[in-house]
């Protein structure tokens, strides 16, 4: 007698001899209107910010030379400019940052508020003039379309126990001063209100913590700027930052938190807040260092049953192929349903910058094969698109009602095969021998970066190409309704 699971096993082997491993698309499910794609300024930006082609690689669709490459530009539209914590004077105590040697001198970020002694941002406690490559590139960003997020990876050293902005003695303490609470808040509620007044910026929301449950990179001999908090201290703290946001008059940038380093950090977070404090935020930001693991659909029915959007809002990793990129991006698609993804640091060591960089010696290299695969969803996936169901672990779709254009893009990792994608349950499923147009990228060290091609057509309601192993597509087909 033959089971289900050989009938089915038949059927799929007779489908697969015609080629016919489909993606049949689910209309119907929509996982909401994306935001947009971006990169956290910081460290690159503070080394290269001064350099304008950079920010029309980044924040433009435009064909841009740089450094002898013509590249595709990514058309992010979402920049993260972060509130440094260091600085080198002595306060009215004495007292001076306790800098570790284990700091990475690039990593240092000018902080804006030097002493404890004013808190009203014109006196001689503030200095505005510092941090200027950030805040150029923060304005290129801007001036191309980018929206804004102000967020924090220290509060600034004086207002810490230890007087170290890399974090805690123990590293895995609170290291915000008690009743240096509100002063985190109004640090950065300052920065955002000198930034609509000065700078042309309004950041449309502010996140006050960075991985804060994190024990493991932040401490005493840390390389970069962190700090953990609690999540009762983030509960008290989230609150200040509303009130000084709109003490300010900046009652329409949001809060977002909190910034925890994994999937399931960040629901236990959430479920950790005040109820004060889940009603403050606005949007829950996590960061994608779990990669393959974790549970992406826990924390989306959790902060979706809350009423919440969340932001994938910083993933990087150390594979140049783009592989592991185009991995998780899909499994944050299909699982944790963001409305915006962040790359961490577009210019970084081998690995993990799109372009390779040394922001200590302020020197560029290889554009890396993983800033094609990127390209592949932030040129096509555009903020105003929805989010569909895409019926398959290896396919994103996207939707624009207003050009009725469906963005699908899907990443072969078998073997060389073809795939065929099924639009039968949309209303209108564009029309039959219709161009398909198409881009390809090889995952990889080498082969074709985001090529165009005008080769596919749709033969009924489907289509379908012939992908290489480890290549990544993008389509997209008019003349379709939901
Ligand atoms: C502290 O600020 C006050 C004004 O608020 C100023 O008169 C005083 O000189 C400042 N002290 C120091 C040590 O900066
Ligand atoms: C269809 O192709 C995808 C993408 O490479 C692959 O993950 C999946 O295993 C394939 N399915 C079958 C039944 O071969
Ligand atoms: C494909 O066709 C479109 C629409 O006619 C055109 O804009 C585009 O330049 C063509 N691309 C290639 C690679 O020929």
Redesign the pocket.
């Known amino acids: 007698m033959r089971s289900h699971t050989t009938l089915l096993a038949l059927a799929?082997a007779a489908r697969?001899a015609l080629g016919q491993?489909t993606t049949t698309f689910v209309p119907s499910t929509n996982f909401g209107t994306w935001e947009g794609w971006g990169t956290s300024l910081a460290w690159w930006a503070k080394a290269f910010g001064n350099q304008a082609a950079l920010a029309d690689v980044f924040f433009t669709l435009n064909t841009v030379t740089f450094n002898g490459h013509t590249l595709p530009g990514l058309g992010l539209n979402i920049v993260r400019y972060n509130a440094g914590a260091t600085s080198k004077n002595v306060d009215p105590d004495g007292d001076s940052i306790q800098l570790p040697s284990t700091m990475i001198p690039s990593r240092e970020m000018d902080t804006f508020w030097l002493n404890w002694n004013n808190t009203d941002p014109t006196s001689t406690s503030w200095t505005w003039t510092v941090d200027a490559n950030q805040r150029n590139m923060l304005t290129l960003a801007v001036a191309r379309g980018a929206i804004a997020e102000l967020f924090s990876n220290s509060p600034v050293w004086w207002m810490t126990y230890n007087l170290n902005p890399a974090g805690s003695t123990d590293g895995s303490s609170d290291n915000l001063e008690s009743w240096n609470y509100d002063q985190h808040a109004i640090y950065l509620a300052n920065i955002a209100a000198r930034a609509k007044q000065s700078w042309g910026v309004t950041f449309a929301s502010v996140e006050a913590f960075n991985e804060p449950s994190a024990t493991y990179w932040v401490g005493p001999s840390g390389t970069q700027e962190g700090c953990h908090f609690d999540v009762s201290t983030m509960s008290t703290v989230i609150p200040l930052l509303r009130t000084e946001l709109n003490s300010r008059g900046l009652t329409s940038t949001i809060v977002s938190s909190s910034d925890e380093e994994t999937y399931d950090l960040a629901t236990s977070t959430f479920n950790g807040l005040s109820s004060t404090a889940k009603s403050t935020i606005a949007r829950v930001n996590v960061h994608g260092y779990q990669y393959g693991g974790g549970r992406r659909d826990t924390l989306y029915s959790t902060v979706h049953a809350a009423g919440k959007k969340i932001w994938n809002s910083e993933y990087g990793e150390g594979d140049a192929t783009g592989a592991q990129l185009a991995s998780n991006l899909i499994l944050d698609f299909v699982w944790l349903h963001p409305t915006a993804w962040v790359y961490w640091q577009v210019l970084d060591v081998q690995g993990w910058g799109l372009i390779a960089a040394d922001n200590d010696a302020v020197t560029t290299g290889a554009v890396a094969q993983k800033y094609f695969v990127l390209a592949q969803f932030t040129r096509h996936i555009r903020p105003g698109m929805t989010i569909l169901n895409s019926g398959s672990?290896?396919t994103v779709a996207a939707y624009d009602s207003s050009a009725q254009k469906l963005v699908i893009v899907a990443?072969?990792?078998?073997a060389a095969?073809t795939?065929a994608f099924d639009l039968s349950a949309f209303s209108k499923p564009g029309t039959s021998g219709a161009l398909v147009q198409r881009w390809a990228t090889q995952i990889g060290s080498s082969g074709n970066q985001y090529v165009a091609f005008n080769d596919t057509f749709l033969s009924g309601s489907k289509f379908s190409t012939s992908f290489g192993q480890n290549v990544i597509m993008t389509f997209e087909v008019t003349g379709v309704a939901l």
């Open positions: 799929l697969l491993n672990a290896w990443v072969n990792t078998a095969q795939l």
